[in-house]
């Protein structure tokens, strides 16, 4: 990333933006911020902040903390349910910042647009981390994990470098995200059980879609 971002970059930055925020906010708002502070590329105004070093040093803590807390079966079914609330307003507030400039209109298109890529992926993420996670060993929920941390920064980097390949990419990631969700949907209806479970307060969400509760059952 190099210079002052032209027309296609700055979509192309402002839907990475919002995809990515679906999958890892914190490394996101990082990574483009310390772009920033580095002199590698002259952010929008909106997205000025992100290179602020407190801004730095607070994202680049949580990134630290997401980095393992999403390793960790079960640890990181929980952390995707509470950032449920946090990655999608997130993802449409970075993408609306992107574009701020050229108005009000593009700046609510760049939100819409934005949120919705957000949740999009973060519901693709929830719903893969379900079923992988019904598999009793760590190292697939790992390997999956890692995967993420670099397909990221890899659509981070095409979008800056290759506006137009990153279209391309990110349409096939949808199309993916969309198949994901229809063949995994018993295990997208076990991840908003639990947030439904997590959220009124009667414990964690499993992690086995077969378990089935039976609101019958006696308590012994």
């Given at each position: 990333?190099?210079?002052?971002?032209?027309?296609?970059?700055?979509?192309?930055?402002?839907?990475?933006?919002?995809?990515?925020?679906?999958?890892?906010?914190?490394?996101?708002v990082?990574?483009?911020?310390?772009?920033?502070?580095?002199?590698w590329?002259?952010?929008?105004?909106?997205?000025?902040?992100?290179?602020?070093?407190?801004?730095?040093?607070?994202?680049?803590?949580?990134?630290?903390?997401?980095?393992?807390?999403?390793?960790?079966p079960?640890?990181?079914?929980?952390?995707?349910?509470?950032?449920?609330?946090?990655?999608?307003?997130?993802?449409?507030?970075?993408?609306?910042?992107?574009?701020?400039?050229?108005?009000?209109?593009?700046?609510?298109?760049?939100?819409?647009?934005?949120?919705s890529?957000?949740?999009?992926?973060?519901?693709?993420?929830?719903?893969?981390?379900?079923?992988?996670?019904?598999?009793?060993?760590?190292?697939?929920?790992?390997?999956?994990?890692?995967?993420?941390?670099?397909?990221?920064?890899?659509?981070?980097?095409?979008?800056?470098?290759?506006?137009?390949?990153?279209?391309?990419?990110?349409?096939?990631?949808?199309?993916?995200?969309?198949?994901?969700?229809?063949?995994?949907?018993?295990?997208?209806?076990t991840?908003?059980?639990?947030?439904?479970?997590?959220?009124?307060?009667?414990?964690?969400?499993?992690?086995?879609?077969?378990?089935?509760?039976?609101?019958?059952?006696?308590?012994?």
């Amino acid at each position: 990333m190099d210079g002052l971002l032209d027309t296609p970059h700055l979509l192309a930055l402002a839907a990475a933006l919002g995809w990515a925020s679906g999958i890892r906010l914190y490394a996101v708002v990082f990574l483009v911020g310390a772009a920033g502070f580095m002199g590698w590329v002259d952010l929008p105004q909106g997205l000025k902040v992100l290179q602020h070093p407190g801004v730095l040093a607070a994202s680049g803590s949580m990134c630290f903390v997401e980095f393992f807390a999403d390793k960790i079966p079960l640890l990181d079914t929980v952390w995707d349910l509470v950032h449920t609330f946090i990655r999608i307003p997130a993802g449409a507030a970075l993408a609306a910042a992107a574009l701020g400039a050229d108005g009000p209109a593009m700046t609510t298109i760049a939100a819409l647009l934005g949120g919705s890529l957000a949740a999009t992926s973060h519901a693709a993420k929830m719903t893969t981390r379900a079923a992988v996670n019904t598999s009793p060993e760590p190292f697939s929920n790992i390997g999956v994990s890692l995967l993420e941390d670099g397909f990221v920064v890899f659509m981070l980097w095409l979008s800056a470098t290759h506006p137009l390949l990153f279209a391309l990419a990110l349409v096939l990631t949808l199309v993916l995200a969309v198949v994901l969700l229809v063949v995994l949907v018993k295990f997208l209806r076990t991840v908003l059980r639990g947030l439904g479970r997590f959220l009124s307060g009667r414990g964690l969400p499993s992690g086995n879609p077969n378990v089935q509760e039976n609101p019958h059952r006696q308590p012994r």
